[in-house]
């Protein structure tokens, strides 16, 4: 069974749960996750978890960043357990450019499967890195806000963070 490591970190929008091993990440979620964790967990095969507060310093910093608009790409190493679909939605949520938004249809033809915009949506409800896999970038073929796991208040405030540091990035570089 692969390790599992799990850490929390308090932020300006709530606490984080990191989830992984010595090398890489498996997951970054908003808020009380125990439930998640475990279903998660007994899916990917995943050993019991062991709590160390010191870990993953590197990610909490890049997420800090982020938080405080001075980081737009996370260079965190990731271990990702998904289906190669799954994964491939995944990567393409890493494309969307950091302040932009792209709907699902967007996604499902930047993976060349264009038809597949449900099936995209289930995916990127599966996404297991909060924030660095850039979901709350995906929004309704109207512009409306659609689901997020922390729910719509911390998507409407991570899109307005990204709209306002882009500007301030732009200013200052």
Not at 41 to 60: G, H, I, M, T, W
Not at 71 to 88: A, H, S, V, Y
Not at 149 to 168: I, N, P, Q, V, Y
Request: proline share 3%; net charge positive; hydrophobic share 35%.
């Amino acid at each position: 069974m692969k390790p599992l490591t799990l850490t929390t970190f308090e932020s300006s929008i709530g606490t984080f749960l990191i989830g992984g091993h010595e090398e890489a990440v498996y997951f970054v979620k908003m808020g009380d996750r125990d439930e998640w964790v475990e279903k998660w967990r007994l899916k990917n095969q995943v050993a019991e978890p062991v709590f160390d507060e010191n870990a993953f310093s590197n990610v909490k910093e890049e997420f800090l960043q982020y938080l405080n608009g001075e980081l737009i790409n996370f260079t965190f190493k990731t271990d990702l357990l998904g289906t190669e679909f799954q994964k491939q939605v995944w990567k393409a949520l890493k494309d969307i450019p950091y302040g932009q938004q792209w709907t699902y249809k967007d996604i499902a033809g930047a993976i060349n499967k264009p038809k597949a915009i449900r099936a995209v949506g289930g995916a990127i409800n599966k996404n297991p890195i909060t924030i660095a896999i850039p979901c709350h970038r995906v929004i309704g073929s109207d512009g409306s806000l659609t689901g997020y796991a922390s729910g719509l208040d911390k998507k409407r405030f991570l899109l307005h963070h990204e709209t306002k540091s882009k500007h301030w990035l732009h200013q200052t570089s």
